[in-house]
């Protein structure tokens, strides 16, 4: 199974902006990331008025909608269960990937990075690191029992990533 790792923190630390920063310099080292990203969000890749939505809303349980250039699948879940993050994981394609990113997923039982943003309205002592913490990502030094790394460098970042990913 392709290894798992999650970054995850408060809304409004930076989750989605780190990544979009370490995507393409993972990429840059020859590290085939995936993505799964959690929304709290009613959520739709798809467009109104377009054939695929209109089959889908008709009733489709699944929607696979396929171009040259990639392809999208689309599963209803009106049971509202919780999220299984190793279900989603499972549905990816591995044999493209080294690694899966992780948006969210904080309390999901992965490795993670934790980002801390001095600035993003909470305080040091809400930070919860429990064992499968493997770092915190943050703006400012911190004293703790996990490794720290410089959330806005980018470099140092994926090389610890880089380290991590080598001894899995």
């Not at 890749?45 to 489709?60: H, N």
């Not at 690694?99 to 600035?119: D, T, Y």
Request: contains cysteine; glycine residues 4%.
């Amino acid at each position: 199974m392709t290894p798992i790792l999650a970054i995850a923190a408060w809304s409004g630390t930076g989750k989605t902006t780190l990544l979009k920063a370490l995507i393409p310099a993972l990429c840059a080292r020859g590290i085939r990331p995936g993505l799964i990203k959690h929304t709290h969000h009613n959520m739709d890749v798809d467009i109104p008025g377009k054939d695929s939505y209109e089959l889908r809303k008709a009733g489709a349980s699944q929607t696979l909608v396929a171009s040259n250039n990639r392809w999208a699948l689309m599963t209803e879940t009106p049971s509202a269960e919780p999220l299984d993050l190793h279900y989603l994981v499972s549905r990816m394609d591995h044999s493209i990937l080294d690694l899966v990113l992780v948006e969210g997923f904080k309390h999901e039982a992965v490795p993670k990075i934790i980002l801390f943003r001095s600035n993003a309205g909470h305080s040091l002592s809400e930070l919860t690191l429990d064992n499968h913490v493997i770092a915190v990502a943050s703006d400012i030094q911190l004293d703790l029992k996990v490794p720290l790394v410089n959330l806005n460098d980018t470099d140092s970042l994926v090389s610890f990533i880089e380290t991590w990913l080598a001894a899995q």
